[in-house]
């Protein structure tokens, strides 16, 4: 598994519109993000700063989710939330990773 994380921000005031339409995901979104690789999506804020996690099968599964057709429709309710830089993309920066630890479960 391939992890990946990176920074958005949002509009002044956009926080509570972006929560309410992530607690009700699509499920043909869901089904999308499934099929494209991605197994798992964390996101942290720090109004205005998102922190995305995810967990992909593979480097390409962002940007075949990007380019699909439920995507799209997705993003013209979060464009109205989201900052833009001057080239008109969402103003985000990938992160790169310095450590990561996995445990045993307890008593393992």
Not at 26 to 39: D, K, M, P, S
Not at 69 to 81: G, I, K
């Amino acid at each position: 598994m391939i992890r990946r994380a990176f920074t958005m921000r949002l509009k002044p005031g956009g926080l509570a519109e972006y929560r309410r339409h992530h607690d009700e995901i699509w499920a043909e979104l869901v089904a999308e993000i499934e099929q494209q690789g991605i197994a798992q999506i964390t996101i942290f804020e720090n109004d205005p700063v998102l922190v995305l996690y995810s967990e992909i099968r593979d480097p390409d599964a962002w940007d075949r989710l990007w380019h699909s057709a439920v995507h799209d429709r997705w993003s013209e309710l979060m464009n109205p939330l989201m900052e833009f830089n001057s080239d008109g993309i969402v103003d985000s920066s990938e992160l790169r990773e310095v450590f990561h630890l996995e445990t045993s479960p307890t008593g393992s």
